[in-house]
């Protein structure tokens, strides 16, 4: 059974950072593209950042040179580091993990800007 459980959301003021982490089980977690993506109220959800098994990232531009995508092999775990967060930002953040026809989501974790 594929797990793909998300933590690290919360509510942050804008300019502050939060960390999430994405701990995979079921999967042969090295093999799969691991990414972020998100949903804000009344918007299609939008890729965030992904990392491939080999490390190369991409991420969209919106966080470009404010998020930093991760993964953690050994621990089955993708995380994302957001840094500098605006309002905007404010989304459900889902867990992404693809390897050919395989696609799996997590329930997502909620991260609210706000002062």
């Known amino acids: 059974q594929v797990q793909l459980v998300e933590s690290g959301g919360g509510l942050v003021q804008p300019g502050g950072s939060l960390r999430l982490s994405c701990a995979a089980s079921?999967?042969?977690?090295?093999?799969?593209?691991m990414g972020w993506y998100r949903q804000a109220p009344e918007k299609q959800r939008e890729l965030v950042a992904t990392?491939?098994?080999?490390?190369?990232?991409i991420y969209a531009d919106s966080v470009k040179g404010r998020f930093t995508i991760s993964r953690d092999n050994a621990k089955n775990t993708v995380y994302l580091q957001m840094n500098s967060l605006k309002p905007e930002d404010t989304a459900v953040y889902y867990c992404n993990a693809r390897w050919s026809a395989a696609h799996y989501w997590g329930q997502g974790t909620q991260v609210t800007v706000s002062s």
């Open positions: 990392v491939t098994a080999g490390g190369s990232t």
């Open positions: 079921g999967i042969f977690f090295s093999s799969y593209v």
